[in-house]
Every structure is written in C-alpha cells, then in structure tokens.
T-cell receptor, first 114, second 112 residues
C-alpha cells in the first residue's frame, strides 16, 4: 500500500539533545513538508522540499534542520536551539508543489522533551 | 500575511444533528481544502474545492467555495460518533502557492 510513514509514534528526549524524526513516502511524490501542531492550534509549516537536494524554510524554521537526499525520505532534526520542542510533528507530501493536488499526511510523531 | 479564520472553535452536538462550520479570510484564495484530524493522527483530506461557487459532496459532507473566493463552509448532516475530531480548512496563499496555510480548526464532539 502507498502512503506516508512516520516513526516513532512517540519520542522522549532530554532537554539539550538533538533528535531526528523520520518521514518516508512511497507515493513517488516530489514535494514533502514538515508541520508542527500545538494544542488548540492549526498546523504551522517548518520546512518543505520541492525536489531532491533542495528545501526551503517555512514559517517557523528556527531550531530545526532537514535534508532531502532521497525522493522518498525527508527527515527533520529538532535541535537544542529550538526553545519549545514539545509538540506533535506531522509530515506530508504532494505530487508536486504548486499543483492543485493536495497534501497527504503521515500519522505524526509526538515529541516530548523532558 | 494571509490568514484563515475558522469558526466555531468547538462544537458539542448530539448524534443525528447537522453541523456547519466555516472559514473566512480577508484575502482571495483559489483553492479551499477541508481536512479532518482524528485524535493522535494526521489530517485526512475530506473535500477539495477549486472554483468559486463550487459545491461538492462526499457522503454526508458538503462543502462550498464562496462566490467572493474569501470563504468556504463545510456541512455535516446526520452526525454520528465517528465524526468526532478536528476539522481544518486550508488554502494556498497567493504569495507562495508552493505551500498550504491552515485554519485553527473546529473541534467537534458528538454525544450519543
């Protein structure tokens, strides 16, 4: 079955540690996205990538980093510079960035920094 | 920047009732999308709208793209317990059509 997978579902880290969240898709989509969701709020865009080896900052990129070495993978690193890293992180993909096609989301990773 | 104002923020209804929620903006959009998020999961697309005035149904769900292109509404008829979740509107801002912006969501609770 085609889809987007995120692992792990729950992640706990100590303050000051970097942590990398995984996102994999087998939909052959060009574009991939990372969002952050906080309680009672909408989704805020962290980074997005339109094509392999290219990515752009979203609205809240500070304290995060990404890479896009393969079309199917778009890992997100939450660095120690991120002041409030505890949140629900969602990865998404779309066939191409500016098409009328929509974004498809993974199941999310809930990160808790202790 | 362009923002999507979604209302109501939350709704508590009885099973069988109809539900209506809307999304408005001071800016014009060319696309309106409605997503549903179950607790602890990623959002799932319900309905996509691409033309002003467009009315689209998906089972008990009906959504419309406002004529002014500044708003959209989503109706759910004869609600059932599995309708519980958060409903988001989303659209592409004119300053960057490579990404989506999301409303703050409407949290729906259905009581039997």
């Amino acid at each position: 079955d085609g889809g987007i997978t995120q692992s792990p579902k729950y992640l706990f880290r100590k303050e000051g540690q970097n942590v990398t969240l995984s996102c994999e898709q087998n939909l052959n989509h060009d574009a991939m996205y990372w969002y952050r969701q906080d309680p009672g709020q909408g989704l805020r865009l962290i980074y997005y990538s339109q094509i392999v080896n290219d990515f752009q900052k979203g609205d809240i990129a500070e304290g995060y980093s990404v890479s896009r070495e393969k079309k199917e993978s778009f890992p997100l690193t939450v660095t120690s510079a991120q002041k409030n890293p505890t949140a629900f992180y969602l990865c998404a993909s779309s066939i191409e960035p500016a098409s009328t096609d929509t974004q498809y989301f993974g199941p999310g990773t809930r990160l808790t920094v202790l | 920047g362009q923002q999507l104002n979604q209302s109501p923020q939350s709704m508590f209804i009885q099973e069988g009732e109809d539900v209506s929620m809307n999304c408005t903006s001071s800016s014009i959009f060319n696309t309106w999308l409605w997503y549903k998020q179950d607790p602890g999961e990623g959002p799932v697309l319900l309905i996509a709208l691409y033309k002003a005035g467009e009315l689209t149904s998906n089972g008990r769900l009906t959504a419309q793209f406002g004529i002014t292109r500044k708003d959209s509404f989503l109706n759910i008829s004869a609600s059932i317990p599995s309708d519980v979740g958060i409903y988001f509107c989303a659209s592409r801002p004119s300053y960057n059509t490579d990404k989506l912006i999301f409303g703050t969501g409407t949290r729906l609770q259905v009581f039997p």
